[in-house]
């Protein structure tokens, strides 16, 4: 089956930084890649998504970059804000419709 | 459309007790999935339905553990006997057909805890 890696586990950044997690995939078929946003206690919410054919998608100050050829996709936070912290998951489909999930990475962001 | 419904929010039983935790997707949704989330293990897959069909169950953890989707609306998590390794978040998600079943939608989650 699919198998998702995600770095790092904990990043701390101060406000106005950016911030990067990157994840990569080992099934070359998996063509859909969801970023998703679990502030504490929630539930984790989609904050951007790629497919496959697409290298780059941004929205606002978020982006993800897709490289299929080592497989691995990464997220982009620019100017962080601290309502930011919170645990991010990246994940990968594999198969029709069943989405693996990485570890996760917190992300603080001191004010 | 209210999003994905989870219940109980909260579960606390003793070792042995069986725990039933219930989701209703949101309409229209093909796909039903329930994950287990835990500090160590992340979020974990534990099976997915799809047009209350179990699809895939192997990341069912044992015996214990039975997932069943009577009707469209409605999917059930039984954990029976239930032990204490078995606390974590569990969440339910749903996922359309169309666009290849793109994002999952997920419930608010059930907190078990079991003494």
């Known amino acids: 089956g699919e198998n998702v890696e995600q770095h790092p586990s904990t990043l701390s950044v101060q406000e106005g930084d950016s911030a990067v997690i990157k994840c990569t995939y080992s099934d070359s078929a998996s063509n859909y890649f969801p970023w998703y946003k679990q502030e504490l206690g929630k539930r984790p919410q989609l904050i951007i998504d790629i497919r496959s054919n697409v290298g780059e998608k941004k929205d606002q100050r978020i982006a993800v970059t897709l490289n299929k050829t080592a497989k691995h996709f990464s997220l982009h936070i620019t100017e962080t804000q601290p309502e930011d912290s919170a645990v991010y998951f990246c994940?990968?489909?594999?198969?029709?419709?069943?989405?693996?999930f990485g570890k996760g990475t917190m992300l603080l962001v001191s004010p | 459309d209210a999003g994905v419904i989870q219940s109980p929010r909260h579960e606390v039983t003793e070792m042995g007790q069986e725990v039933t935790l219930r989701c209703k997707p949101i309409s229209g949704h093909d796909y039903l999935f329930w994950y287990r989330q835990t500090m160590m293990r992340g979020l974990e897959l534990l099976i997915y339905?799809?047009?209350?069909?179990?699809?895939?169950d192997s990341g069912m953890p044992e015996d214990r553990f039975s997932a069943k989707m009577p009707n469209a609306s409605f999917s059930t998590l039984k954990i029976q006997p239930s032990e204490p390794r078995d606390s974590a978040v569990y969440f339910c998600?749903?996922?359309?057909?169309?666009?290849?079943?793109?994002?999952?939608?997920f419930g608010q989650g059930t907190r078990l805890t079991v003494v």
């Open positions: 998600a749903s996922s359309p057909l169309k666009g290849g079943g793109t994002e999952a939608f």
């Open positions: 339905f799809n047009n209350n069909v179990p699809i895939d």
């Open positions: 994940a990968a489909r594999y198969r029709y419709s069943t989405l693996t």
